[in-house]
């Protein structure tokens, strides 16, 4: 079993900055990719950045692109996500997540594919 906490989130104007992290427990997730997911009110599911299990590969959802970064430090088992220039629409539930499988990455996986999930965490944007 593995239990994922993130933490980080919080209110923040417009063009401000949050790190996310998402602490992992129970087993070493280092062999696994895992995604930063994120949900607003109303709205399904979007990915918004993955890594690779062995932090070298990282792929982000383009209205994320350049403004976020994912990285992750397998000492502490935990990976982060940093977000600058923060909009108004990027208010949401953020969520980490690991694949189901070890030593594969495929970078737009859906939901469906990650099988431990976080509880979430607010972020709000205000303008």
């Known amino acids: 079993q593995v239990q994922l906490v993130e933490s980080g989130g919080g209110l923040v104007q417009a063009e401000g900055s949050l790190r996310l992290s998402c602490a992992a427990s129970g087993r070493s997730v280092t062999m696994h990719s895992v995604a930063w997911f994120r949900q607003a009110s109303g709205e399904g599911r979007e990915i918004v950045a993955s890594?690779?299990?062995?932090?070298?590969?990282?792929a982000y959802g383009d209205s994320v692109k350049g403004r976020f970064t994912i990285s992750r430090d397998s000492a502490k088992n935990t990976v982060y996500l940093q977000m600058n220039s923060l909009k108004p629409e990027d208010t949401a539930v953020y969520y980490c997540?690991?694949?189901?499988?070890?030593?594969?990455?495929?970078?737009?996986?859906?939901?469906?594919?990650?099988?431990?999930w976080g509880q979430g965490t607010q972020v709000t944007v205000s303008s």
């Open positions: 890594i690779s299990y062995s932090g070298r590969y990282t």
């Open positions: 997540a690991t694949f189901r499988n070890s030593d594969v990455y495929i970078p737009d996986s859906p939901p469906s594919d990650y099988d431990y």
